[in-house]
């Protein structure tokens, strides 16, 4: 069972969707996890704790019974054999920066326990999650536990909020620097704040935005010609695609298009 929720006001301007688990049984015993650009929590409910993703260098990652994962820039390796039950959210960038104290960048490229941001507050979370008799309810208790932890002091600045905008809309065709300009502050000091409260810096950003709509065209199903997903998708030229692509997933664009995924972010790694 996989079930999605689109919360509403005022929590659907942090979050993206909250998302159910359970009985999840993968074809493949590995799975390749490719950046998605995406800030999340997530939470066991099974007995046993989450293994946190490995990154490429450490298959394994650490243990905790919730997991809060920073936006990445590689891909990860999850086990599937050890998913079971779980919660989660997936925030709009930089829709988390107001449930936790740290600045978004802490958590670049890192999987944090909960328990080391929320103290108590993460484990009594969790056991009312598990105690829950239905779905509904559960995803209701996950919605209250994040409205009270939203602190307005930590709200995106105007700045980051319309560089945000215009790097959605067109992250090949506006240029990090003319969106500096825009927004009125030094190039030192977008770069700062944009970090601080997104994540990471407005350049990578961009990079991971236009990799992952290359991983939508694909989805398509149409045949695919790289030259023409190259120019499509803001790319110099094929040869700065394949370099891009294989910067963040590991693999060349011909090897993706070859593997047997179950989503646009996920292949086997067997």
């Known amino acids: 069972m996989l079930l999605a929720h689109q919360p509403r006001a005022p929590l659907a301007s942090y979050v993206e969707k909250l998302w159910y688990c359970d009985g999840y049984q993968g074809v493949h015993r590995k799975e ?66 107001v449930f936790f104290d740290s600045p978004a960048d802490a958590f670049y490229n890192e999987s944090v326990p909960l328990d080391l941001l929320w103290g108590s507050g993460a484990s009594e979370l969790r056991d009312r999650l598990r105690a829950a008799s239905t779905v509904v309810k559960k995803f209701r208790l996950l919605e209250i536990a994040l409205l009270e932890r939203v602190n307005k002091g930590l709200e995106l600045h105007t700045a980051v909020r319309y560089a945000l905008r215009e790097f959605t809309r067109a992250p090949h065709i506006r240029s990090v620097l003319d969106v500096t300009k825009e927004a009125g502050l030094s190039r030192r ?69 070859a593997s047997k995924r179950t989503v646009a972010h996920r292949l086997p790694s067997d």
């Open 189 to 257: 000091r977008f770069a700062q704040l944009f970090r601080e409260q997104i994540g990471l810096t407005p350049k990578l950003f961009c990079r991971l935005h236009r990799f992952q709509g290359v991983l939508r065209q694909i989805a398509l199903g149409a045949p695919v010609d790289w030259a023409d997903v190259a120019l499509a998708g803001g790319y110099c030229d094929q040869a700065h695609l394949v370099h891009e692509f294989r910067d963040f997933s590991g693999i060349s664009p011909s090897a993706y298009l």
């Open 32 to 97: 390749r996890v490719l950046p998605n650009g995406k800030f999340q929590l997530v939470i066991s409910l099974a007995e046993g704790p989450l293994r946190a993703p490995g990154s490429p260098t450490e298959e394994w990652g650490q243990l905790a019974p919730s997991l809060v994962l920073g936006i990445r820039s590689h891909y990860s390796v999850i086990h599937t054999a050890v998913l079971q039950s779980a919660m989660g959210v997936v925030f709009w960038p930089g829709g988390a920066r």
